[in-house]
């Protein structure tokens, strides 16, 4: 398996937007759900959001109403839309499939927010 290549992070103000893309390789992108985790420095890392195959989502009460997980199957590849930043959202964010057996961890991208 090759793992996924995430891009889209920066430094962004608080209230600011961040637009993440996550890219897979490989076939059977379709067949499952997708999930983005993040991991602040000196913590454990924590799902963010979920989508399933067929579109269903899901997400951590911390980001309920902020962040929009979607994905485009065509191009094997899962988003994040994040709006309303803020500082606690700093974090280097990673995908993967929700279950086994997951891909390879990609490097992640980078998300601060600070002002």
């Known amino acids: 398996q090759v793992q996924p290549v995430e891009s889209g992070g920066g430094l962004v103000q608080p209230g600011g937007s961040l637009r993440l893309s996550c890219t897979t390789y490989?076939?059977?992108?379709?067949?499952?759900?997708m999930v983005w985790y993040r991991q602040a420095s000196g913590k454990q890392r924590e799902l963010v959001a979920g989508i399933t195959n067929g579109g269903s989502t899901t997400y951590a009460e911390s980001v309920k109403g902020r962040f929009t997980i979607s994905r485009d199957n065509a191009k094997k590849t899962v988003y994040l839309q994040m709006n309303s930043l803020k500082p606690e959202d700093t974090a280097v964010y990673y995908c993967?499939?929700?279950?086994?057996?997951?891909?390879?961890w990609g490097q992640g991208t980078q998300v601060t927010v600070s002002s």
């Open positions: 490989g076939r059977l992108f379709n067949m499952y759900a």
């Open positions: 993967n499939r929700r279950e086994d057996p997951l891909l390879p």
